[in-house]
């Protein structure tokens, strides 16, 4: 009828275009759909203010321009009910502002007790998350020319990330859930979110490609199976505090899929028993924003090559990079720089890697550097190619 | 003083401040030593200028090289493509350089426009030249230690140039902890920067301390406090804060540099340290000096808007306390930088405590929108800049609201929201102001009138690259921009174009007006005394004034905005002579 016309038009006016204007899309977050509806309040709030004080300045400097030879109206310069008037009335509205404000800002702060809890560790330059079982997202995608690591999340379920820093401060910002918090060494911070995850018909969702059972692919990534054509919501997230260097590459991406494929996929990626692979899972998720595979210089130097190779050091002295230069570096990065390097921008990942992490990334560097010992080179590998999926054996 | 009974107030007069004191020398010489507080506040007027040349060269590289960043575009097939190779070709190398790059301009950028320009920009240029004379005096209370205050100001820049030329800094202007304390150890640039900003702040204590005393000693015979001009009450409240605030920073940054040095654990967790500490000391300075940048500027704004409307200003009380309240509240506020970063509690008091704010500052807006109210308004370059600077400022008030609401904040925080929401306070209020200013005064400064119909053209270039440049940053910020990034995800790119070429237009605008000024010094026309029709006592003096600003000290015996009792019937108040009844000399009592 009319009046519901009415109301669709008012509504698609004020929680359509300007909303996709100002905030992209909805939040898929009940808390993010509050402070979503908090800003367009605020916006039209201050619309109607700015228009009321912008028109009355246009009208009345074009009404009083001076015209030579006339004199201004006489009006009186102070009217006390009118100045109590203009101050109390705003004040009245910053109250209600202040506490809706308020109340959107607990509830997006204090977490359910029954959330999942996973932990967050942000260091120069990357986002590295724990499942509840220990495991590691082995996904990565590319921002820039570095890959982000990709972290998948059950929809509907209330998730805490409990999150700390390793070096400097960092800020975990998902936009879309429109939630922020500053990332401090030596504290533990949280937020949570519970999304709503993929739906029908939504624009936002999207379908993973079809991987078919038996493919070399598969074989390789078992875990890529379980996702095989489900549908997911990706939203980025973004260091809010600067950190540096590569603060605009430290970014990672959340995909949200069903609970059940979630379960799935939380299964499926175990460690890979191949060290290499492990390694280069590593490499992909920790080491890609400052080191390279092709030979070319980064914020550190590429690994093509470098293991075996003897480095000159800022103190003149010459090393082999051998395993336990290596161990030293991932730890001590400041101990023994190599010359050109000096800005020693790297930084410890003592507690951020296991050692069987370790140990695979010194496999995965064996692997891609011609200065490797021969033998140690895995069977029919060739040392500048990737790593092969056959699997020494290693118990 | 001799007892002429009715001398005028131009009975005796000296030379101009500007006059030549002989060979190039001589003048060089004078300049130098001189300790007139005329002289001073030009002097602090061209070297801030040059500042701002500098950190807007800065704030260009860095729009130039958002315009099209090193990024990865997955294209229509799902292909990722390297793209922005713009300024040569890209690798991984030059993706690390480039955010080097980057990082040192945006805080070189940050730096140089917060501690040498604006801070430094409204009481040290127009400040130091126009007190004095508003407040009848013949110079401010201390005028050696005025001379001391530009020489430190100097020095400090010097410190924060010689860390540039050494390869710049990369920590933000913010300093923030434990990165500041880490990043290029072993290296002087950061600590030659962090004491460029603690040298800086003597300059500001010196300054405002100046400007307090002179306030409270030398007002005119007959000058109440209620009779002193609005730009009197702007500039005696920043100087309030300056005196008060700026010792924490310097404190603050000494203890930086001292972490640095001995690595004795003040702020880096890694050594034992807080980092939030230092935010809170860091704030602590840096929130009340956002009021010693904005007050000056409002109380530019007051001036102009009374002047050019030739109407009393409406509520003039209520826009004196408001710049109180604004200093006062200002220092319980700090906090809301830290939303983030603070406990639940803290930050729930520190979002009551910023819509305090709120209220003077709405009210002082209310009341210059009231004053154009049945007024006789000329439209010109000073008064269009008062103009703008009601319009971007609103913007720049109303766009905190979302900031100071806790909810809206934690997804705001340290985005391009922030960045659009500082720059419309911070350069669409006090830089818009000090240019509206900077014309409303040149007259008196130089004596010489400037070609009004360009003035006003550069002033509409200046507004619309000024909303071109900053609105677009609005939509960015809630779209999910954070700031501080050298590069972005292909999205933003669009925004981000339009960004650059907003500024590029805000850069002819700036050179638009640099021409008016420089032909106005060398083929200005004459200024005469008073060329707006303004009644406080500045106006009185010479254009530009003699060397002792007055003959005679003044007596006042009108207030600063009497229009409706004091200037007679169909007046014209181009090249109005201010009638000796109004402003009697000493001489004449």
């Known amino acids: 009828m009319h009046t519901g016309l009415f109301q669709n038009a008012s509504t698609t006016l004020a929680d359509g275009f300007w909303r996709d204007l100002w905030l992209r899309s909805p939040s898929p977050t009940e808390n993010g759909r509050e402070t979503d509806s908090m800003f367009m309040f605020l916006w039209w709030f201050c619309v109607a203010w700015f228009v009321l004080l912008m028109a009355l300045m246009v009208y009345w400097v074009i009404k009083y321009r001076r015209r030579p030879g006339t004199d201004a109206v006489q009006s009186p310069s102070h009217n006390t009910p009118l100045e109590v008037i203009w101050t109390v009335v705003p004040s009245l509205m910053l109250v209600y502002i202040f506490f809706r404000g308020f109340w959107g800002y607990i509830d997006k702060i204090v977490s359910p007790g029954d959330a999942v809890e996973m932990q967050v560790i942000g260091s120069k330059w990357s986002w590295d998350l724990r499942y509840p079982n220990g495991m590691q997202s082995p996904m990565t995608d590319k921002i820039g020319f570095n890959d982000i690591p990709v972290f998948y999340m059950p929809a509907k379920t209330n998730i805490r990330l409990k999150m700390q820093s390793s070096d400097v401060l960092h800020a975990f910002w998902v936009p879309d859930f429109r939630i922020k918090q500053d990332v401090v060494p030596n504290r533990y911070m949280t937020v949570w979110f ?48 600067y950190c540096g260097q590569q603060h605009s590459e430290m970014a990672a991406l959340i995909r949200v899929v069903s609970e059940d494929v979630y379960k799935d996929w939380l299964e499926k990626i175990g460690t890979p028993s191949d060290p290499i692979e492990l390694g280069k899972r590593v490499f992909k998720t920790k080491c890609a924003s400052c080191h390279t595979l092709d030979g070319s210089r980064s914020t550190g130097p590429s690994w093509l090559d470098m293991y075996g190779r003897t480095e000159t050091l800022t103190d003149g002295t010459t090393v082999v990079v051998d395993d336990a230069y290596i161990l030293e570096s991932i730890f001590e990065p400041a101990k023994k720089i190599v010359k050109t390097y000096e800005n020693g921008n790297m930084t410890s990942f003592r507690g951020l890697v296991s050692p069987d992490q370790v140990q695979g990334l010194i496999a995965f560097m064996k692997s891609i550097s011609q200065h490797a010992p021969k033998t140690e080179v895995p069977a029919g590998g060739t040392p500048a190619e990737a790593p092969k999926t056959e699997t020494p054996p290693t118990k | ?99 080097d790059t980057y990082n040192v301009l945006f805080t070189l950028h940050g730096a140089i426009m917060v501690f040498m320009v604006i801070v430094p920009s409204v009481p040290g240029s127009l400040g130091n030249f126009v007190l004095p004379l508003m407040l009848g005096a013949k110079d401010v209370a201390f005028p050696r230690v005025n001379l001391l205050s530009w020489y430190i100001y100097v020095v400090g820049s010097i410190f924060a140039v010689t860390s540039i030329i050494l ?44 400007f307090i005393v002179t306030v409270h000693k030398l007002r005119a015979p007959g000058m109440g406090w209620f009779d002193m001009p609005l730009f009197v009450w702007g500039i005696y409240s920043s100087a309030i804060i300056q005196v008060l605030a700026t010792p924490v920073i310097g404190i603050t940054l000494l203890l930086l540099a001292f972490e640095r040095f001995t690595r004795i654990g003040i702020f880096d967790p890694a050594l034992g340290g807080d980092p939030v500490l230092f935010q809170h000391f860091f704030w602590f300075y840096s929130h009340p000096v956002v009021y010693v940048m904005i007050l000056p500027g409002m109380a530019i704004i007051s001036e102009l808007i009374g002047v050019h409307s030739h109407k009393k200003i409406f509520g003039y009380r209520a826009v004196a306390f408001a710049s109180l309240g604004i200093a006062g509240v200002s220092f319980i506020v700090w906090g809301h930088h830290m939303f983030t970063s603070m406990s639940e509690v803290a930050s729930t008091i520190f979002s009551g405590l910023t819509f305090l704010v709120a209220i003077p500052t709405a009210v002082k807006v209310f009341n210059w929108i009231g004053t154009l109210y049945k007024g006789s308004i000329s439209l010109n370059t000073p008064m269009l800049y008062a103009l703008i600077f009601l319009f971007t400022f609103s913007i720049g008030g109303l766009t905190g609201l979302p900031l100071g609401t806790l909810s809206t904040d934690l997804h705001l925080h340290d985005t391009y929201f922030v960045v659009a929401h500082f720059h419309y306070v911070m350069m669409g209020g006090t830089i818009m102001a000090m240019i509206g200013g900077i014309h ?70 700036f050179l638009i007006h640099l021409f008016v000024l420089v032909q106005s010094l060398l083929a200005g026309r004459k200024a005469p005394k008073n060329p707006w029709g303004g009644l406080t006592l500045e106006w009185l003096a010479d254009s530009p004034p003699e060397e002792h600003n007055f003959a005679h000290e003044p007596i006042v015996q009108c207030g600063p905005y009497d229009y409706d009792t004091h200037v007679p019937h169909h007046w014209d108040p181009k090249d109005y002579q201010i009638p000796e009844e109004n402003l009697r000399t000493t001489a004449a009592h």
């Open chain 2, 167 to 210: 390869g710049g800094v990369d920590t933000g202007w913010t300093f923030y902890t434990p990165y500041s304390t880490t990043t290029a150890l072993g290296e002087p640039k950061v600590v030659l920067m962090v004491l460029g900003a603690f040298i800086l702040g003597f300059a500001s204590i010196l300054t405002g301390l100046n």
């Open chain 2, 1 to 99: 003083m001799s007892a002429h009974t009715h001398a005028t107030p131009h009975a005796h007069h000296g030379g101009s401040y500007l006059e030549s004191k002989g060979s190039f020398w001589t003048n060089v010489i004078d300049w130098a030593t001189t300790v007139d507080h005329k002289k001073i506040g030009v002097m602090y007027l061209f070297a801030i200028l040059f500042m701002f040349f500098l950190g807007g060269v800065a704030a260009l590289a860095v729009r130039l090289e958002l315009l099209d960043p090193v990024r990865a575009v997955t294209d229509g097939a799902g292909k990722v493509m390297i793209t922005g190779q713009l300024f040569g070709a890209a690798d991984a190398n030059s993706i690390a350089s480039g955010n």
């Open chain 1, 194 to 241: 519970n999304a709503e995850g993929p739906k029908d018909g939504d624009p936002g969702t999207k379908k993973h490609p079809s991987v078919v059972a038996g493919s070399e692919e598969a074989k390789k990534h078992p875990e890529l199976l379980v996702l095989s054509g489900k549908p997911y919501t990706q939203h980025y997230v973004f260091c809010a505090e």
């Open chain 2, 440 to 509: 409303h005064w040149w007259p008196k400064m130089f004596g010489k009138m400037y070609n009004e119909r360009w003035g006003m053209i550069g002033a509409i270039v200046v507004f619309i690259g000024f909303n071109v440049t900053f609105f677009t940053q609005f939509f960015m910020g809630t779209r999910g921009m954070p700031r501080r990034y050298a590069s972005y995800v292909q999205e933003f790119q669009i925004w981000h174009q339009v960004s650059t070429i907003g500024s590029l237009i805000l850069l002819v605008g």
